[in-house]
């Protein structure tokens, strides 16, 4: 559930603010900023229940796989915390796409390939594509 929430706020994020940039209307931005304060207040709860059920279920095992899924979970983390104190501190960050403004969308944009690939990875961890037929 955790992940999911984390998932969804984060692509909203980016939506949003693609959203406002193509149509200008700045309650898009304000929603971006929402659901981005959403996606980092669940971003360590969703760490800390992959880092919980990575030792729940591969107990003394850490695949390259989780390795990455890790190290991307905290690059997420990063990310999106530092977008959001940015736009806390400068509410209008994202009125001109030059210099600030454009770094900030391309953090902010960042998000959404992160978030995929944790996703993925952290898919492929509970649900592999190889089966064990023992069972």
Known sequence: MCAHFTTVLMLATTFFNVLYLITGVQSFETTAFHCLGGGVLCT???????????????PGKLSSTMILE???????????????????????????????????????????PLVTVISFFGGMLTFPLEEDNAH
Request: charged share 5%.
């Open 70 to 112: 890790i190290r991307l979970s905290w690059a997420l983390l990063a990310i999106s915390l530092s977008a959001f104190i940015w736009r806390f501190l400068e509410p209008g960050v994202l009125h001109s796409l030059s210099g600030a403004g454009l770094i900030y969308l391309l953090l902010v944009l960042s998000v959404t």
């Open 44 to 58: 360590p709860v969703t760490n800390l229940t992959g880092f919980f059920t990575r030792w729940l279920n591969y």
